[in-house]
């Protein structure tokens, strides 16, 4: 199961550091950073002092402008806020979601899971949480439970490892191959949206409700939101997303021979 680490605006380049290596000791090294303070900060002198070792996660680390582009492919996105928010992906503890997580999907190699990290300063946006399918909170003492971002990376990192199976799963097996070769066929898993999908459909569904006078773009409240929940919840898969899209199409066709016949 594929995982990538996603850092939003930060500030500190020795966080980027500390993040590469608390990857590294658990085994992952798909790192992406968006719009960080420094345009340079993957060669900045304190990023690799604190990355200590982990110099190979970040040469393969990616620097982009928009949170588009970091979780483009993914299927499951994880935000990391100490404060609920208001209509936004369920809390959960890291955990027992992650259990539930690897067990649903631990058939399905193609299955990529991101998690996301705010700034330093501000955390994340609500409009980046609404993107995500639930939002991860790491049980700390009530009276103070502000984690560094290289030590809320190095919590997740591991508990996502255990919950994969520990590092032993990285391991070849001698007789994985024979293994494998005599093992019954199974069906193809299917083939969830990724992220972007999910986003070109909303975005598609936002103008077909417009059209057909369903949602008032001046006062659109919460309802985007909410069908990004929906949808995230219902593990939409790609030939879904075509049905989907299909609809929204065909809303906005009959409203606009509606209003055609009208003049």
């Known amino acids: ?35 960080p303070r420094w345009d340079n900060v993957l060669r900045r002198e304190e990023t690799i002092q604190r990355a200590s070792g982990a110099l190979d996660v970040l040469a393969n680390a990616r620097v982009v402008a928009t949170l588009d582009e970091a979780i483009e492919g993914l299927h499951h996105l994880c935000a990391t806020a100490m404060t609920p928010r208001d209509f936004g992906p369920p809390t959960l503890e890291p955990r027992p979601h992650f259990a539930a997580l690897a067990a649903e999907h631990s058939q399905n190699d193609d299955f990529r899971v991101g998690f996301l990290f705010g700034s ?7 409009e980046d949480v609404y993107r995500c ?69 909303l975005d598609h569904w936002q103008q077909s409700l417009t059209d057909i006078g369903f949602l008032d773009p001046e006062a659109p409240k919460k309802l985007m939101p909410r069908l990004n929940q929906l949808f995230n919840r219902a593990q939409v898969t790609q030939e879904e997303i075509h049905i989907l899209r299909g609809i929204a199409k065909a809303m906005s066709q009959a409203s606009h021979k509606s209003a055609d016949g009208q003049r």
């Open 120 to 126: 330093e300063r501000f955390g994340m946006r609500n």
């Open 1 to 35: 199961m594929k995982t990538r680490f996603i850092l939003i605006n930060t500030s500190h380049a020795g966080n980027v550091g500390a993040t590469a290596r608390a990857m590294k000791v658990m085994g992952f090294t798909d790192l992406v950073l968006v719009a």
């Open 133 to 201: 399918h639930t939002c991860l909170s790491i049980p700390t003492d009530p009276k103070f439970g502000s984690l560094n971002l290289g030590a809320a990376v190095q919590v997740l990192a591991y508990d996502w490892r255990e919950a994969l199976g520990g590092l032993a799963t990285m391991l070849p097996s001698v007789d994985a191959a024979s293994a494998s070769a005599s093992a019954p066929a199974t069906q193809e898993p299917t083939a969830l949206a990724d992220a972007q999908q999910l986003a070109g459909l």
